[in-house]
């Protein structure tokens, strides 16, 4: 069995198969992770380009460790240091790019669409590493592993709530789609003003209370408020949205006992969770971004074509 990816946009074109062919190849990178000498000759030849127009941490460390770790040739650039600033276009850079012959490029950007756009015009693999508030496929895979290692009787009727800023969030799109796809029951939790119109055709309940929307909860998923994405604040005041929407050690007991706190990251503590929560032994944040390390490089070994060593 195998998988035929060209692209990884978003989830939506992934079967049910492929997701789980994808978090099983990621399994069996985990444990080259995990070894004194972490490297492997796989994609040795392959060239890597992290094209990342928007800040990153997590997403842009892991990519390019994962492409080393593999033996790939792995080149970074940021919107800073590359001809954007002197004006160059994004098919401009694309061509130039393209004329080294990389095997995969993984973009970041801030408009929603931009990865669809490379790939439309790209000769090689485009990973989305997140674009705009639309996707951000890697990340809901990586959460799905981390779901699916702590939950041995799979993910198929788990209920997980998603809380915070929805409307303006890639992780939450992805994350909808991807977890609906293998049977979670998805809710989201925000005030009104940071739940998308037309939210409930994604299948998914709506809350406006973290006591309501975390009744019941298997897994909750805590995002932060994006405020580099729009210049009205969507809630009077920080504070009081952290007095109604964050996840503490009072919010959380509407959870169950033995409930999973997610976050994809960056936190900001002591606004959407309490520091306690983030630190305490429910959290998989940390196993979240070791699990991207393993994931990416099943990406980068599934799109690049590999010989898996
Ligand atoms: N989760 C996530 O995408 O984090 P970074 O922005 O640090 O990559």
Not at 211 to 235: P, T
Request: glycine letters at 6%; aromatic letters at 4%.
């Amino acid at each position: 069995m195998g998988i035929e990816l060209k692209h990884l946009l978003d989830v939506d074109t992934l079967s049910k198969e492929d997701i789980f062919f994808i978090l099983d190849t990621a399994e069996s990178f985990k444990e080259i992770t995990s070894r004194d000498i972490k490297k492997v000759p796989t994609l040795r030849g392959k060239t890597v380009i992290n094209l990342f127009f928007e800040s990153s941490t997590r997403t842009r460390t892991s990519f390019e460790i994962a492409g080393k770790r593999l033996s790939a040739d792995t080149i970074n650039i940021s919107a800073t240091s590359s001809s954007v600033t002197k004006g160059e276009t994004l098919l401009d850079t694309l061509r130039n790019l393209e004329a080294m012959n990389p095997d995969v490029i993984v973009l970041r950007h801030p408009a929603s669409g931009a990865a669809h756009f490379l790939a439309k015009h790209a000769a090689c693999a485009v990973i989305n590493a997140g674009d705009g508030q639309h996707a951000h496929p890697t990340q809901a895979l990586l959460d799905l592993m981390t779901i699916r290692e702590r939950r041995k009787g799979g993910p198929a009727g788990l209920k997980l709530t998603i809380a915070g800023d929805i409307t303006r969030s890639r992780v939450a799109r992805s994350n909808i789609k991807l977890l609906n796809k293998v049977g979670i029951d998805v809710s989201v939790c925000a005030p009104a003003s940071m739940i998308p119109a037309g939210i409930e055709t994604m299948k998914v309940r709506v809350f406006h209370n973290m006591k309501d929307a975390l009744s019941g909860a298997d897994i909750v998923m805590m995002l932060r408020i994006q405020k580099e994405r729009a210049g009205k604040s969507l809630f009077p005041t920080l504070r009081e949205y952290s007095r109604y929407f964050s996840l503490n050690k009072e919010t959380i007991k509407y959870a169950k006992k033995d409930v999973i706190v997610m976050h994809p990251g960056p936190m900001n503590r002591g606004v959407e969770i309490s520091s306690q929560i983030a630190d305490g032994e429910l959290s998989v944040i940390l196993p979240q971004v070791a699990n991207g390390l393993a994931l990416r490089m099943a990406l980068l070994y599934l799109l690049a074509g590999g010989a898996k060593q």
